[in-house]
């Protein structure tokens, strides 16, 4: 980033901060959060109206950034291929990367293919290997997020950023605090994980933050076979129906 890019992005940030704490009037709250209830809601309707005729799915995590010749992103394209030939659907956040990876798998399995898109300024555009009738566009990241939670009955995290761990510890948190089913939840590269599990074990567990148990969550893994392995076996003994 040059000099004078660097001044824009503050300059920007700096009359986005001045913005968010101008005073407003009462008027001027009162009809702004009406309005953002209203969108909300509608968001809300929307996806529990398309996502609840969907069968089984596993949702599929992971960087936005991921270029295509990446390991990962073979990685991502590979689990959702064979998670498909399975019997699940693949839900991913919609863009490219890993999401499109993840999309990209379930397509060529035949079977159905869910991206759950976020309006942003930059990074995130709709992949081409979403079902026409099984995109949807999100202005809010919380709607966004319940719709991963509720119609997800299991989760694949690859490698990714902020928005990736996100996601991650939302689950994570959901299924601990018993507000969820306890479903699958499978890291996928240990050398990219291995590091925040050994701060988790030394720093959460060791000072009684979290149980000993929580670490059994979730699974840690290294292949493809091993992260689909994980979740059918968990499913052996439940009749779930494929959702194609």
């Known amino acids: 980033m040059s000099e004078a890019e660097k001044d824009a992005f503050y300059e920007k940030l700096d009359e986005q901060v001045k913005n968010a704490l101008t005073p407003k009037n009462w008027n001027e709250i009162k009809t702004n959060d009406s309005w953002t209830v209203f969108k909300v809601m509608s968001e809300m309707v929307d996806g529990f109206e398309k996502l609840g005729r969907i069968g089984p799915c596993v949702s ?3 960087s936005a950034r991921t270029k295509e010749q990446h390991q990962n992103y073979r990685l991502a ?3 959702a291929y064979l998670l498909t030939k399975s019997g699940f659907g693949i839900i991913t956040g919609g863009g490219p990367g ?3 990876a993840a999309n990209k798998g379930a397509h060529f399995a035949g079977g159905k293919s869910v991206g759950l898109n976020i309006v942003l300024p930059h990074e995130q ?3 081409p290997f979403i079902d026409n009738d099984k995109l949807l566009n999100f ?3 919380y709607v966004r997020k319940v719709m991963f939670m509720k119609y997800s009955q299991g989760y ?4 990714g950023g902020f928005g990736t761990l996100d996601e991650m510890f939302e689950a994570l948190t959901l299924i601990q605090t018993n507000k969820m089913v306890h479903f699958p939840i499978v890291l996928v590269k240990k050398s990219y994980w291995g590091g925040l599990i050994k701060w988790i074990e030394e720093q959460l ?8 148990g929580d670490m059994k969550l979730f699974r ?13 076996k968990f499913y052996e003994k439940y009749d779930i129906k494929p959702n194609f």
């Open 156 to 159: 694949i995290v690859l490698p």
């Open 98 to 100: 890993i999401m499109e």
């Open 125 to 127: 555009r709709a992949n």
């Open 220 to 232: 840690v893994v290294d292949t493809a076979e091993e992260a689909v392995a994980h979740i059918e």
């Open 77 to 79: 394209e590979e689990i």
């Open 139 to 141: 202005d809010y990241f």
């Open 205 to 212: 567990v060791s000072e009684g933050m979290i149980a000993d």
């Open 60 to 62: 599929v995590f992971g």
